[in-house]
């Protein structure tokens, strides 16, 4: 398993020292980029999807509780670093994965990381069998996470779904569902079923499309009446359906 991770700390040479130590000894470890402080930190978690931050507690400007404070619904792990110890107590309260000491102990840093990949190990296990469809007992329902658990919907109620960054929108007949997951997501789990993706930013249920219109890539309009797009490169994934 590969972990996408980014490093959040002002000092050069500590960021540099911890780059050196997980490029030679955590092979698992992708890093993404790093960041100085918390708004650098802020727009490369927005612009990415990181599995792990490497994290720094204290930063000009604020510190890394400030930073976790506006990023309420993160689906990454934490590891702190740090030369202070009083922040153990807070770093658990914000549900970190790992503490770590500075000067960073090479032995720890590679426990942290494989104690990270069995955090989301079991995460992808719970995953598959609650996101995505239930083959079987529950046929042709998916769930939905939400805050307080999650929804469970039929799958033939979806008409589309659009990527919306590291989100996607799911379009029902009459209402927008907003979840917390990528489109490639939704694909893959929903690739049991007749949904065809047509564009970058669109998945269609085939079963919802009443029309299509020749071009390049041409267009599809649903049962709503909604107009999708669709690319040169997708047009005969979903001709192929009719």
Do not use: W
Request: hydrophobic fraction near 40%.
């Amino acid at each position: 398993m590969k972990l996408n991770a980014i490093i959040v700390e002002d000092e050069a040479n500590s960021r540099e020292i911890l780059r050196n130590y997980i490029v030679k000894y955590c092979r698992e470890v992708n890093l993404m980029g790093e960041a100085s402080s918390i708004n650098e930190a802020l727009q490369l978690i927005q612009e990415n999807e990181p599995d792990l931050l490497f994290l720094d507690v204290e930063m000009p400007f604020g510190n890394a509780f400030d930073l976790l404070d506006q990023l309420p619904d993160r689906s990454f792990q934490t590891v702190f670093v740090t030369a202070y110890d009083q922040y153990a107590k807070d770093a658990l309260n914000n549900h970190a994965a790992y503490y770590l000491m500075k000067p960073i102990n090479i032995d720890e840093l590679v426990r942290a990381v494989e104690y990270v990949i069995e955090i989301k190990q079991k995460e992808d296990i719970l995953e598959d069998r609650v996101l995505r469809p239930k083959l079987g007992q529950v046929l042709g329902k998916i769930t939905l996470p939400q805050q307080d658990g999650f929804q469970v919907l039929n799958v033939s109620e979806i008409l589309y779904c659009k990527a919306d960054d590291n989100y996607t929108e799911i379009y029902l007949i009459n209402k927008k569902i907003l979840v917390s997951k990528t489109l490639k997501y939704f694909e893959e789990a929903l690739s049991g079923f007749a949904f065809a993706r047509i564009h970058k930013s669109y998945l269609v249920n085939v079963n919802e499309v009443v029309k299509y219109r020749k071009g390049k890539g041409g267009s599809v309009i649903v049962s709503n009446g909604k107009e999708l797009l669709v690319s040169a490169s997708r047009k005969k994934e979903l001709l192929a359906y009719f």
